[in-house]
Every structure is written in structure tokens, then in C-alpha cells.
């Protein structure tokens, strides 16, 4: 046999590399396609056809009643940035829910209130002030609006939710607009409130603080992605802050900050702490990303199905910042000043694939799903990345346009936000005499859903008939 020559060999040489880089991300896809054991551990049921007819049968039967969980009326005025919001909503109608009057109610925040269950009854009175909190004067000017004479000199609580949630980006050109708001914002809010006389003030931050990107790439021989599986609690606060490397995107960078600059401004006479929602949050149709981006889709296109991560209904986290403003009411400073919670639904983690099932068995309305495999999804978030990147710069702007709408968000960070993370909210159960909040469930992750698509089955029957 002759001896090949250099080209053919070169032509072996890049068969086997191309045969090498193929099978790498075959492995990879059956890798991020599947849970790993820690996960399979904290999660090792799934929600059965069964068990999800019969939650829907009971919620429909006894509907969750957030009325006897509440913490009592406390005769106060309340600011909440980010009113418009689901979380900032829902805050909104627990105060009243509770027995706050309207008047001693407002919402500060860029854009009006459109969710449905706003629009009328009493939150519909509740009063509005249009602010963008990045202008320092603007955000004053919102606080020092007039109140009713009736309220005016009752003290003042702030609740601020407002912030700016972009999960897909990570580099620092875009670092400084989620800053802007989130950060920048975040000063903003506590200055016009300390000088409104507030003394309450409890901020929503995110567990995703906590969260350390992973490393997809790298050793072929790993059975895992160093970080695919991470246990989540509070531990990370009492530690310095960390590079801006180790957060899966700015988002997460920024929240870090804020949370601090939040929790160091607690003193005696400005009492505060923060609200640390576990990953995904539901329980607004009109427009949570979770449940109700699936409803109102009518389906969903996803990668994460296999995905273990614990929700949290909107709910819960509105409990979590009224159980913590009672907490901080208290004659003397309390343990859990200064301090970030978690706050989770109850019950075991689920997976997202779970969620997806439980739609497509109870709502009413279509359900369509369609299962992407994970690799070529995450090899597109790289180039989007780079076209992102490329369309900032000085002279490639003019041939890269930035990316826009459902493409912008399919971006590396994504995938570093999709991992499997179980999060513990034992901190906020503890009682508020051993530095907790007192924290209470109201329902588990599967009957929170339930409810969530018995109201949007009920509006939608209403509508069609």
C-alpha cells in the first residue's frame, strides 16, 4: 500500500476531529437532556395525571384562601415600586385583602396598572404615580405626592419591586443599562423614602444571587457540568461579594448588589431586609412567564423539561414581605434586620416538565408542547451573543443589527438560569425570636398551579359565553 500523502492525511486528520466534536456535543445533549442524581434525590416523583385531576378537583372544590395567613391590618401607608407588576400586584391586593384602605395605598412605577384583577373592586382606587426610578428626581417627586388628609400622617412602609429582569445577558456591555435600574434605581427608592419619613422598608431581590453559572464546556470525561446541580440558601450573604464572572448574568450581579445596599442601610429608625424569590415565579396569567406565558401561548417550546427547580407563587412572596414588615414592626430590632430570605412554595421541587403536564391536563384552553433538545439551542445562544456584542461596537454595529424580541432572550445566561437548583426557605420559617420571619406556607407548587389555571379557566369561560 503506498504511503498516504499529507494532504490525505490532513483529510483524516479533520474527518476525526469533526467525528470528535460531533460526538462531544451528541454526549453533551444526552447530558443536559437528562437530571442529575442530587436532583432525582430532592425530586423523585413526578406529577401523575391522577394526583393533578385530583389537586385541580379540590382547589375548584375549596379555592387557597390567602385571608388567613395574612398579618394583621397595621393602619399604616404603603409605597409599592413596581405596583403594576406580579409581584408588586400582588402585594398591592394582600394590603387590602387584609383591610388596608385604598387611600393609604400607591403605586409608583413606570407604566399603569393593566392586570385584570386591578382594574376593578378596590384596587382599581388604589393611587398611581407614574415614575421612572433611574431619575432621582422623579422617584422624590412620586413619594412626595399629597395622601388623603385622613392618612397623611400615618407611618410609612416602602415595598420596592421594581426592577429590571434581562436573564440572558451576561457581558459588561450591557451591564450598565440593567444597573441603571436595578442598582442605580434601587438608591433612588431609598433616598426618596428616608426623606418620606419611611421607616419600613423591604425590597424584593432574587435567589438567583446565588446561583454560579456552570461550566458546559470542558472535560469530555465529566459525567456532569461542574455546577448543574446547586443547593441554594442564604449562606452566600455573609460572604464578600463575589466577581461578576461567577453570576450566570447581570441580572443576578445587579440583585447582589441592591440586596446589599438595601440590607446596609438597616437602622433603628429605617428598618429593612430583603425577599429572595426562588427561581421561577407564577400565579399572574396576565403575566407571569411561567405558567402564564404557557396559557397564553397556548403551548410552549422548551429544552428544560428534565429541569428541577423550585417555584414560588406570587403569593408567598407577597407573604414573605408583609410577614418580614411585621416582623420589623416590632418594639425591638429584630434578628432578621438587615437580612435577605428565601422564600419558596411548599412541598418538593418539581420539574419544568411537570408544570408543562399540568397545564396541558387542566387548562381549558390549547395546550400545545413542543420538547427541543438542549445543544444546538445553547450553541445559537452563543452566536446571538456574539451578534449582540458585535452590534454594540463602533464599526460592526452597521452590519450586525442587535437582536430583538424572543431571539434577544435566547442568550447563554439562559441556560446558566436553567439549571437544577433546589432551594431551602427553613431561615424564613424560623420564628422571628430565632432571626427568622415566621414564614407559613399557604399551598404547595402543585396546588399554586392549580388555582392559577382554575381562575384562568374561569375568566375564560366568562369571556366565551
Not at 105 to 130: C, H, L, P, W, Y
Not at 136 to 164: E, N
Not at 205 to 211: K, L
Request: glycine share 6%; net charge positive.
Amino acid at each position: 500500500m503506498d504511503s498516504l500523502t499529507g494532504i490525505e492525511l490532513a483529510r483524516w486528520a479533520v474527518a476525526a476531529l469533526f467525528a470528535l466534536v460531533v460526538a462531544y456535543l451528541w454526549r453533551l445533549n444526552k447530558v443536559m437532556s437528562q437530571t442529575p442524581p442530587e436532583a432525582v434525590r430532592a425530586s423523585p416523583y413526578r406529577w401523575a395525571d391522577s394526583e393533578i385531576e385530583a389537586t385541580y378537583k379540590r382547589i375548584k372544590a375549596k379555592p387557597i384562601d390567602w385571608t388567613k395567613h395574612l398579618p394583621p391590618k397595621t393602619n399604616r401607608r404603603y409605597v409599592v415600586t413596581g405596583g403594576s407588576g406580579g409581584v408588586g400586584g400582588q402585594i398591592v391586593l394582600h394590603l387590602l385583602l387584609r383591610g388596608e384602605s385604598p387611600e393609604s395605598i400607591r403605586i409608583v412605577d413606570f407604566r399603569k396598572v393593566e392586570r385584570s384583577d386591578m382594574t376593578s373592586g378596590a384596587a382599581a382606587n388604589v393611587d398611581f404615580a407614574q415614575a421612572d426610578i433611574t431619575s432621582p428626581t422623579a422617584t422624590k417627586a412620586a413619594f412626595d405626592k399629597s395622601w388623603p388628609s385622613k392618612v397623611a400622617k400615618l407611618p410609612l412602609t416602602v415595598f420596592h419591586t421594581a426592577a429590571l429582569i434581562v436573564p440572558g445577558e451576561r457581558t459588561m456591555g450591557t451591564f450598565e443599562r440593567i444597573k441603571r435600574v436595578n442598582v442605580d434605581g434601587t438608591q433612588n427608592v431609598i433616598n426618596a423614602a428616608k426623606a418620606a419619613g419611611a421607616t419600613i422598608f423591604v425590597a424584593t431581590s432574587s435567589a438567583s444571587v446565588a446561583h454560579r453559572p456552570a461550566s458546559y464546556w470542558g472535560n469530555p470525561f465529566r459525567r456532569w457540568p461542574k455546577n448543574y446541580f446547586q443547593f441554594i440558601d442564604e449562606s452566600d450573604f455573609d460572604k464578600p461579594l463575589p466577581s461578576h464572572d461567577k453570576f450566570f448574568a447581570n441580572y443576578a450581579h445587579t440583585k447582589a448588589i441592591s440586596e446589599r445596599i438595601v440590607c446596609q442601610a438597616n437602622s433603628p429608625k429605617f428598618r429593612t431586609g430583603a425577599i429572595r424569590p426562588s427561581n421561577a415565579i407564577y400565579g399572574s396569567s396576565n403575566g407571569d412567564q411561567v405558567v402564564g406565558v404557557v396559557l397564553r401561548s397556548q403551548g410552549a417550546q422548551s429544552w428544560m423539561s428534565n429541569i428541577v427547580q423550585n417555584f414560588v407563587h406570587g403569593g408567598h412572596i407577597s407573604l414573605g414581605h408583609l410577614q418580614f414588615e411585621a416582623a420589623l414592626l416590632r418594639k425591638e430590632m429584630p434578628k432578621c434586620a438587615g437580612r435577605p430570605f428565601i422564600i419558596t412554595d411548599d412541598g418538593p421541587p418539581p420539574t419544568y416538565g411537570d408544570m408543562y403536564h399540568l397545564c396541558r391536563v387542566t387548562a381549558e384552553t390549547p395546550v400545545k408542547l413542543t420538547f427541543l433538545p438542549p445543544m444546538p439551542l445553547l450553541i445559537m445562544a452563543h452566536i446571538v451573543e456574539l451578534v449582540a456584542i458585535a452590534s454594540r461596537t463602533p464599526v460592526l454595529k452597521w452590519i450586525f443589527p442587535e437582536p430583538k424580541g424572543t431571539l434577544a432572550i435566547l442568550q447563554p445566561g439562559v441556560f446558566h438560569a436553567g439549571l437544577n437548583y433546589v432551594a431551602t426557605d427553613k431561615a424564613a420559617q424560623q420564628s422571628v425570636e430565632q432571626g427568622g420571619l415566621g414564614f407559613r406556607h399557604a399551598h404547595t407548587t402543585i396546588e399554586g398551579m392549580c388555582q392559577q389555571i382554575l381562575e384562568w379557566n374561569n375568566e375564560h369561560a366568562a369571556s366565551s359565553s
